[in-house]
């Protein structure tokens, strides 16, 4: 497990650049987890339309209220959009909220005894949701 979340964030962030060039497309996803589409995260920003953070994968309405979706692309995308508006609006606090989430994903995720069912992991979804609150608190 990480000590501490870095100060910076530590993600593989891939930038797409799509037909118009003032649309970017961005994903991110876990080192560990490549091709894992409940955990990849996504990002769309324009200059002149709106911005967009959402899960990869959709809102998986089959699984709804079973407690064994796995939040992790959701979250990874709210990282995502914490870290746009730290960049868009010069904010530190923004940059920092958005490293310790990818922080926490990532060593939440390193865990095999803390990941959801659908990565071979025992948890559901509010006791990975627990785990990741946890690891935010940590000094």
């Known amino acids: 497990m990480i000590a501490k979340p870095p100060a910076a964030l530590t993600s593989s962030e891939s930038l797409i650049s799509v037909p118009r060039p003032a649309i970017l497309v961005a994903m991110v996803t876990i080192p560990a987890f ?10 769309l920003w324009s200059l002149a339309l709106s911005t967009l953070a959402q899960a990869q994968h959709g809102s998986a309405p089959d699984i709804a209220g079973q407690g064994i979706a796995n939040p992790s692309s959701l979250i990874g995308s709210t ?10 609006h010069n904010c530190p606090k923004f940059q920092t909220a ?22 071979g992991g025992p948890l559901g979804t509010e006791a990975f949701t627990d785990a990741l609150i946890t690891a935010l608190g940590h000094d």
Request: hydrophobic fraction near 50%.
């Open 34 to 43: 490549p091709a894992s589409v409940t955990i990849s995260a996504s990002f």
């Open 79 to 88: 990282a995502m959009l914490f870290h746009w508006l730290g960049q868009k």
């Open 98 to 119: 958005a490293a310790q989430i990818d922080w926490a994903l990532e060593s939440v995720l390193s865990d095999p005894a803390k990941r959801t069912r659908d990565l």
